[in-house]
């Protein structure tokens, strides 16, 4: 059974930072993509940002420059670290992963930025 654990949210400042942090299990770790997803309230959720197995790493235009992707493959963890955060960063963020075609998300943890 995938389980992804999300952790790291907060109430932020504009300008600050902070550093999402989601722990994985039931899978190798190490043979699965892994994304970072939000849904702001009224909003569809979208894709932030995503790191393969090779490390390559991909955002949505709205966060680059501010947020890096990273992976810890040796403690099946992938980190989010977000700097420059402005208030349209709030928003519920979700660790992801595809694996056997089928889609596995965490609980979630709230961003909030305040202006």
């Known amino acids: 059974q995938v389980q992804l654990v999300e952790s790291g949210g907060g109430l932020v400042q504009a300008g600050g930072s902070l550093r999402l942090s989601c722990a994985v299990s039931?899978?190798?770790?190490?043979?699965?993509?892994m994304g970072w997803y939000r849904q702001a309230p009224g909003k569809q959720r979208e894709l932030v940002a995503s790191?393969?197995?090779?490390?390559?790493?991909n955002y949505a235009e709205s966060v680059k420059g501010r947020f890096t992707i990273s992976r810890d493959n040796a403690k099946n963890t992938v980190v989010l670290q977000m700097n420059s955060l402005r208030p349209d960063d709030t928003a519920v963020y979700y660790c992801?992963?595809?694996?056997?075609?089928?889609?596995?998300w965490g609980q979630g943890t709230q961003v909030t930025v305040s202006s």
């Open positions: 039931g899978i190798i770790f190490r043979f699965n993509n």
């Open positions: 790191i393969s197995i090779y490390d390559t790493r």
């Open positions: 992801n992963t595809v694996s056997g075609n089928i889609a596995s």
